[in-house]
């Protein structure tokens, strides 16, 4: 007797059947928002642009250039109008004085003070005839005092 033909890829004849659904898979993860991306300009309008840029303004330097060879390097001198016959030599910078220590120690002081101008008062007879007639003060004064002294010191002194 004839032995069963085996089918192709099969032990002893026997088929195999293939489960229908495939095999649990692990969970997905949650899919990203897709970020849309700018258009970007078309590469040759760009470019032609940039081109006809860069050429005029390498023309505009060019031109610049040729004038300032024509020119010469250095413009045109203006001529000062002298005035005068004679030259002064120019005023020199005088820096102000900046000492690193006082000369004098000691500021001098004021020798025609209030208290050296009026002297004392004078209290005389005749003094105090005058300062009950007339309601006048008599003082003696310093012999270099003028009358703005004098003022001066009764201002200060007396409050007057």
């Known amino acids: 007797p004839a032995a069963p033909a085996k089918e192709k890829g099969t032990k002893d004849g026997k088929v ?3 489960s229908a ?3 649990a898979k692990p969970a997905a993860k949650p899919a990203k928002p897709q970020v849309k ?35 010469g390097a250095f413009g045109t001198r203006v001529r000062k109008i ?12 005088r820096p102000p004085r900046n000492p690193k220590y006082p000369r004098k120690s000691v500021p001098r002081r004021d020798r025609m003070d209030a208290f050296n101008v009026i002297k004392y008062p ?10 009950e007639d007339s309601n006048t ?7 270099k005092a003028n009358k703005h002294h004098v003022k001066a010191a009764v201002k200060k002194l007396y409050k007057i």
Do not use: C, G, W, Y
């Not at 004078?122 to 300062?131: D, H, Q, S, V």
């Open 137 to 143: 003060l008599v003082f003696l004064v310093h012999t």
């Open 37 to 71: 991306k700018a258009d970007k300009p078309k590469k040759d309008a760009a470019k032609a642009k940039s081109k006809t840029a860069s050429k005029k303004a390498a023309i505009n330097k060019a031109k610049k250039v040729q004038t300032k060879v024509i020119k």
């Open 82 to 93: 002298r005035t005068s016959v004679k030259f002064h030599r120019p005023h020199t910078f």
């Open 21 to 23: 659904k495939p095999a």
């Open 122 to 131: 004078l209290t005389t007879e005749a003094a105090m005839k005058k300062i």
């Open 16 to 18: 195999e059947k293939k």
